[in-house]
């Protein structure tokens, strides 16, 4: 299959959606980016890679540090976590409150901002104040990347104006499922939503998640076979908040979007995708971005259904 000409088409078709979204402002550093941009890698197992767009500029990963975090979690707790973190949609917003405390301060799932706090809590309660680095090194790693690192500027804007997730670490604390200091807490998972990488960066980072576990390029083990199948799953079923249904109808991939205008999707045996463009939809994924994975499963016929 032509992949090349297909993310071409793919960049010429998206254009007429530009006028729609609008890109994430409640985090004010990624306010004034600039909202007209497109990237799409795709990288295959065997290392070859296919770029449409300015596939070098890098931007704030957001949420798609989730999956990270997800796998260092899951490595070292095993089924355990899932005391701490459900593993449901939410069928709510990324940041909401209401489900949180109905649910006795037990997330849904591990992508949305609640459930992310949490786990980043459990990495804390191993490494402390090594944690960042070790979530840094771990996406360095997964990326056969060393010059991967995080955005200050978007780190300082998160953490002056991140109220509701402090309201959410404090009402978990309430129900006694944080562990460490809040602030430290708080300020990891801020450090990791704001690491900056471009979308060849990110389809590398996550091709071990289409080949069971091992990025085939350096042959290391990332996770085991068995975790790396929950891993997807949960991205197919909660990767988008309350745009999960949406995301899976559509594109019919695992996938993780971030406020950031990233969306990484996984074609298990074969590929990882990554496409970037800011302007957001109501859930807070990528509009283009989604339209664009439509795009080419339809194109390719290489969903997982
Ligand atoms: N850092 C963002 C927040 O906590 C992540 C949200 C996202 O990417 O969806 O609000």
């Given at each position: 299959m032509n992949y090349q000409n297909i993310i071409n088409e793919i960049e010429d078709e998206i254009q007429v959606y530009f006028k729609e979204?609008?890109?994430?402002?409640?985090?004010?550093?990624?306010?004034?980016?600039?909202?007209?941009?497109?990237?799409m890698s795709i990288k295959?197992?065997?290392?070859?890679?296919?770029?449409?767009?300015?596939?070098?500029?890098?931007?704030?990963?957001?949420?798609?540090?989730?999956?990270?975090?997800?796998?260092?979690a899951l490595q070292l707790y095993g089924r355990s976590l899932y005391k701490r973190v459900g593993h449901e949609p939410s069928g709510d917003p990324f940041n909401s409150l209401i489900q949180l405390e109905y649910e006795n301060g037990i997330p849904r799932n591990p992508f949305i901002n609640a459930g992310a706090i949490v786990t980043t809590d459990t990495l804390l309660s191993k490494y402390q104040d090594k944690s960042f680095d070790y979530i840094l090194d771990f996406?360095?790693?997964?990326?056969?990347?060393?010059?991967?690192?995080?955005?200050?500027?978007?780190?300082?804007?998160?953490?002056?104006?991140?109220f509701l997730n402090m309201a959410l670490i404090n009402m978990m604390k309430s129900y006694k499922n944080i562990n460490n200091d809040l602030e430290k807490?708080?300020?990891?998972?801020?450090?990791?939503c704001s690491i900056e990488m471009n979308t060849e960066q990110l389809a590398n980072s996550m091709l071990f998640l289409a080949n069971h576990g091992v990025n085939p390029i350096t042959n290391k083990v990332l996770i085991n076979e068995a975790k790396a199948k929950r891993i997807n799953s949960l991205m197919l079923t909660c990767g988008h908040y309350d745009a999960s249904g949406d995301f899976a109808y559509k594109v019919g991939l695992p996938g993780k979007s971030g406020v950031g205008g990233g969306i990484v999707a996984i074609v298990p045996g074969k590929m990882s995708i990554c496409v970037y463009s800011p302007k957001l939809n109501k859930q807070g994924n990528s509009l283009i971005g989604t339209k664009a994975l439509e795009l080419f499963t339809t194109k390719t016929g290489l969903s997982i259904f």
């Open positions: 979204g609008k890109v994430a402002d409640y985090i004010p550093a990624l306010a004034h980016i600039n909202p007209n941009q497109f990237a295959l197992l065997d290392g070859t890679s296919f770029n449409v767009g300015n596939t070098q500029n890098k931007f704030s990963i957001q949420s798609i540090s989730k999956v990270f975090t997800f796998t260092l996406i360095r790693t997964s990326a056969n990347d060393f010059t991967i690192n995080y955005d200050k500027e978007v780190y300082s804007s998160e953490l002056e104006h991140g807490v708080i300020q990891t998972y801020f450090k990791q």
